[in-house]
Each structure stands twice: as structure tokens, then as C-alpha cells.
């Protein structure tokens, strides 16, 4: 027991740093204003306030831009999860022609850096009329996510035996009936996951939401819309942090509901 | 009677015969994929042989294509070379620093009890769940000039750790492998438990020291798993963006901590010289392609089959 005391105190010591950031996030969201402004930092408030949220939900329109954020973030991966569903299904269930070369693929595109597609994408969105809209960024991160999305399907639709399916159409089930009535169930648990990574793609995205909402700065998305916060002479610390904080929360939460799946998704990529 | 003794290929090749099913269902998948993805890629390419600037995107000019007049402009400007060599560090510098962190941490996490593993395991998971854009922030907040917590536990009064190439680019670096050594050590945590204990056990009864286990048995042992998780690596901190973009306003003072990423696009949305901007996406696209061959064939040692 004694040998392990050190390496549980640097643990216990690593453990606090990293996730300082973080609650200092959240207590200078929580500070009064007088306190963050003030040079004689503490790491505590005796006096709680939700100011700073009131003020960046109110004044500053936040509450606009995380609806808008939680518009695309939720299209995105409803969409995401059908099609993605769809394409899985083909890539597992059929032998076809160039089967593996969509496969590589779709490989190679989750590989794309997509940062450098912002050039031309901007002169597509531009030209279907989309700039300035929400649905530019529904369609771009649509288009980013389903690489993943289809890729970690596709290990989940091959998980279900097929000879459930089998029985189904000797049963007399149509193609669709079988598809949405027995897989889609029966993947449900894979969807939610996968549908977790396309939520956080979504919801964290800065480069497009930058890039295609010039002028209309209510369809701002919440990373986009914190630059807001940041002024030449003083910076609103305790918004940007209150900001950083509601923009945070749904991602932890989701981040934990499937870190267990992540760990395994991850190790399964090397364990066979 | 028939059908039930028909095998499920002859089934299914009976249901699918004459339709082209599977492009069916790959049909909404390519209705995005093409236009929002292959498209562009194509287009990438086929904008950096061409001027195109401001004049072009909205005066209505005539685009003239310049074949590799816009690769020549940039590979013979000292300033690509600059920035090419300092994504090239700061990548390098962030995959090290990542690595070494998150297998420390892994290794740690084998030799602690019960709460300290609990207590680093979540906060890691907090680390890398943070949105990029919320990590810059808090990391700006925290070596603030005037009301940031580091200067005022260091002593040091109104110091801008955004001021000097090296200094900005440690702040940042230092994010950024807040952000990402999570997944490292989660990965590397979780092969180290896969390895038989006995192994381990064995070595440490012939005397083998931690330094000795860890690169003597979990090292080779890993080596596939390490193999991705270095790739990993490589492809996210050489096409980091968010960090740089916020944390230095745009690139850092003059520009000074510019990398490839924040480069083309500066060069094509803030000099509008969307011709050159893509040829260095272009650059840089080729070069984390010839890093995703790497990390296809590290998956395919891995036993990973298509």
C-alpha cells in the first residue's frame, strides 16, 4: 500500500490541474462582476451570482444563438443518422461492385483536412444562395459527420445476425418493413453513439459558422457568436466564461453517456 | 418447403435481383457527399491554378488560369517556407508532448488505487469533451495580461503571454495537449489492461523496474495501438485551427504564429487571394493524405479487414 502513495498523490495532483480549467470556468461564471474585474483573484465566490448568465442570454442574444446551435446540431444528426443508416446497411449487407472502394472512401474523406475545404465551399454555399443561413451549416456538417457516421455503422449493423432479417422476409416482410421494423432497432443502441459524435461535430464547429455567416448575425452559432464577447479594450470575462460554460454543458453530457463506447469503439479499431 | 431450405445469399440474391439496392441506399449519402465533399475537393484543386481574387468573386472578371503559377508564388515565398517549417514544429512538439503525457498517465493510472484513477479519469474526460472554442477561452482567461490567474499567482504584473512567437505558442500548445492527451492515455490505459497481468507480474519478479516493463513489454506489446494513436496525432495537431485562430486573434502579432491551416485561410479570406489560399490547402491536403496512407496501413496491421 505504502508504494502506491506517491504515484496516488501525483494521480490526485494531475487529476486537479486538468480539470481546473474547467471549474475555474464555471466559478468565474458564477463570479459577480466586481470580483472578476478585481486584481486579487480568489479561487472561490462567496457570492454566487447567475448575472452573467442572465445578462449573455438576455442582452447579448445568446439565448438566439444556442437555439440556433441546437437547431443545426440536432438536424444534423437526424439526418445524419438515417442516411448514415441507409449507406451502412449497403456497405454490410450487399456485395456490389467498388464495395470496398466506397469503403476506402469514405476512409480517405474522414481523413480530409475539412478546414482546407472552407475555400470552396464558401463559392458552393455562396452559389446555392445559402450564405448567411443555417442551412449552410446543417449541409456542410452533414457532410462532415457522415464519413464517421457510416464508418462506425457499419460495425453495428454488421453485429446483427442476418439471419434474423432472413426469418423476417420468409415471413413474408418487405425489404423496408425488415429494414426500419427489425435493424433499425435493433442498431438503435450503435445510432445513439454515433449520433453523439455528430452532435458534438456540429455543436463545436467555429471555422464554417464563421465563414458563412457574415452579415446575418442572428443565425450565429454559439463558438462563432463568443468572439462577440472579446472587445479591443476590455474583455467581458465573466460572459465569455458564463458563454463557455452553457456551450459546454450539453457536450459533457452527451460526452459521458458514451465515453464507454468511445473507449471500446477505439480499442475495437486495433483489438481483432 | 422450398423457401425455408434456401440459404440466406440465395434469399437475398432472389429479393435484390434486377434492383440495385445497395445504390439505393447509398443514394442520400452521395446527395451530400458529392456536392458538400467531392465537389469541393475537386473544386480546391481546380481554384489554386487559377487568379482568383476579389476581382473575380465579386466584379464578374474573367478568372485566367495560371497553371501552377500559384504553386510557383507560394513555394517561392520565403513566408510559406516559414510557416510550412513552424506547423511542422508545433505539430511535431504537440505529438511529443501528447504522447509522452498521455502514456505517462496511462502507465500512472495502472499503480493507483481505486480514487485517484476515478478522480483523473473523469477529469481527462472533461479535458477532452471541452469544445475547442471553450478551451481557448478558458486557457485566454487563465494567463490573462491583467485579471488572469497565472500572472497573479506568479507575481507577474500585466505580463502578455501573447506577445512573443515562443510564449504564444506554448500557451497554446499547452491547450491544445490539454484538449488531446485524453485520448491517448485512455487508448494506451486501455491496451496496457488488455496485457496479460501475468506478463507484467513476471517481469517484476525478475526485477524488471518500471522504466524497464514499460518499454520492454508494454511498448512492443502496444505497438499497433501506439502506431494509431501517434497518426492520430499527427493528423489532428497538423490541422489544429480553432486554438490558433482564437487564442492569437487570427495568426499571433504580425502573424508570427501563423500555421498552414490559419495561412491559406487568411491568405484566401483576409488578403482575398482565393486562388493562393487554396494552393496551400492543397499543400497541406497532400500532406495529411500521405499521412492517412500511414494510418490505413497501421489499421491493417492491426488486423483491421474492409
Known sequence: MKRRLIPNIVALVVAFLTAFPLYWMVLSALKPAGEIQSLDVKPWTLHPTLDNF????TGEGFGRYLLNSAGVALTVVVLSAGVAFLAAVAVTRFTFRFRTTVLIMFLIAQMVPVEALTIPLFFVVRDLGLLNTLASLVLVQLAFTLPFAIWMMRGFVAGVPEALEEAAMIDGAGRATVLWRILFPLVA???????????????????FARTFIISAKDNQTLPAALLVFFKPDENDWGGIMAASTLMTIPV??????????????LGGAVKD | MTAVALTGRHVRARAGRGRPRPWLYLLPAAAVLVPMFGYPVYMLGLLSVFDYRQAQVSGGQPSTFVGFGNYATIFGDARFWEVLAQTVGFAAALVVATLAVGAALAVLLTRVGPVPRTAL???????WAAPAMTGSTVWMFLFDADLGLVNQVLGLDGFNWFYDRWVTFGVVGATIVWHSFPLVMVTLYAGIQAIPGSVLEAAGIDGASVWQSFWKIIVPMLRPLIAIVVIQSVIWDFKVFTQIYVMTNGG????????????????AFGSSEYGLGSAIAVVMTLILLAVTLLYIRALHRGGERL
Not at chain 1, 449520433?195 to 471555422?207: C, E, G, M, R
Not at chain 2, 479519469?121 to 479535458?127: D, E, K, P
Open chain 2, 121 to 127: 479519469s473523469l477529469a481527462a474526460l472533461g479535458a
Open chain 1, 252 to 265: 459533457l453530457i452527451f460526452f459521458v453517456a458514451v465515453q464507454r463506447r468511445l473507449v471500446s469503439g
Open chain 1, 189 to 207: 443502441p450503435g445510432l445513439v453513439a454515433t449520433s453523439v459524435f455528430s452532435f458534438i461535430t456540429a455543436w463545436n464547429d467555429f471555422i
Open chain 1, 54 to 57: 442572465v445578462r449573455v442570454l
Open chain 2, 252 to 267: 499571433g502579432v504580425a502573424g508570427q504564429n501563423t500555421v498552414l491551416n490559419v495561412y491559406a485561410y487568411q491568405t
